[in-house]
């Protein structure tokens, strides 16, 4: 991945500077740098620093704290990929005796284990994490506090048992695990568990004064597949890539979209703030646009990595402060600054390289009793329905190979898609899990269930 700063205009450069220059000025933070990404590639990367004279670029390591979850999750993806799990499984099935094993593999990738959000005894981030040697001890004597499954709550000791899940099952340190199948793959030469130089220092910014003090960089033993993490900018910007378009070396592109998809029933307050969780990542909808990414946190350090997809636009912002500057803000804003000065330039229309004549009859004007729907034929090998006045329902759809398409997204997610032929060949109508489309309203002749009223359609007189 190259960088190249000329590739935004020199007024969307300023804005970028400008909206962190503000948020280091404001928020406090002895350093603060970020990195946008476009197309594939870092375009912008800017610094802001209490330091005379010293800028950190994008090779200068930050702790990235929670942001450590989600490789946590791709190595759990990857497991699931192989076949060696099932998100379904219950975790006893491949790590027993923890005394959490009825929550799946899937509610602890979503937070919806019911386990608790933080460690018993000392705070964790704080203190060494020889003082957890064992997964009991990161667990407690109670470590459900609401039903399995019901609700997200935010758990640090389920991502460390998923990291214990994956030393488990690969026979390997998580550390060991992650560098093999997804740091060297991707490039990230400057993420790593412990810090390598040059790296910025953790600092306390007194809430009420303008003085500072050094925050402890304890390893976090156990916990470390919640947090442990330390990066760059520029892998972070690497990582915002593969997070967005997948990379067969690592996870396919279906696997990260599933990463990327809400699997957390929302509090009502997240309802309100449009604020979702999928495996492993973080979603929010702001300003009208879907974002995806997770925000990390530890004593002396604050990390932020926002995707969107839509825009093909990512921003990465790290910060070393404990509190600070709201980097979930800054990123969305860094996003947002892009997206609308420079919006995407849509890809050429191309026609279908290879038309099914079968496929390409269905086009056109569909009814679901007395709603009017349009069915498109698309140059990516899809097909896709969806009302034509109104919000109603909508999806794409994916040939299975064998007459048939699998519906991608809303109410007809993995619902079945089928023409049904009359004997001489023609199409009779769409039926869409049960739902009979026709041609026509009430088409007279069709399977409509319910059947048809033989008068038709007629006046009151």
Known sequence: MTTSQEELLPATRRALLHRIAVAQAEGRAPSLVAAVVRDGRAVWHGARTSVEGHGPDENVQYRIGSITKTFTAVLVLRLRDEGVLDLADPLEKHLPGTGAGEATVAELLAHTSGLAAESPGPWWERTPGSLRPELSDVLGEKPFLHPVGRRHHYSNPGFTLLGALVEELRGAP???????????????????????????????????????????????????????????????????????????????????????????????????????????????????????????????????????????????????????????????????????????????WRPLSDADPSVVELAGQWYWGTYAFGLRVTADGLISLGPLSGNGRSSRFRANGDGTWTGLEGYYAGELLRAVRRPDGTVSHLDLGSFVFTRQPYEEGAPVPGGVDPQGWRGIG
Not at 186 to 193: D, I, K, Q
Not at 308 to 336: E, F, I, K, Q, Y
Request: glycine content about 10%; aromatic content about 4%.
């Open 174 to 348: 998580w550390e060991e695990v992650l560098q093999r199948e997804v740091l060297e793959p991707l490039g990230l030469s400057r993420t790593s568990a412990q810090p390598r130089a040059p790296h910025a220092g953790g600092w306390a910014v007194h809430p009420w004064a303008d003085v500072m003090q050094p925050e402890p960089a304890e390893d976090l033993g156990r916990m470390a597949p919640a947090g442990q993490l330390w990066s760059t900018t520029g892998d972070l910007a690497r990582f915002a890539v593969f997070l967005a378009k997948g990379d067969d070396r690592v996870l396919s592109a279906e696997s990260v979209r599933e990463m990327r998809t809400p699997a957390a029933p929302a509090e009502a307050a997240d309802v309100v703030d449009g604020v979702s969780y999928g495996l492993g990542m973080q979603i929010q909808h702001r300003n009208g646009r879907l974002l995806v990414g997770h925000s990390g946190s530890l004593p002396g350090f604050l990390a932020n990595l926002t995707i969107s997809v839509a825009d093909d636009v990512a921003a990465v912002v790290l910060a070393n402060c404990t509190s600070g500057p709201p980097l979930s803000v800054v990123g969305a804003d860094l996003v947002r600054i892009v997206a609308e000065a420079e919006p995407r330039i849509p890809e050429p």
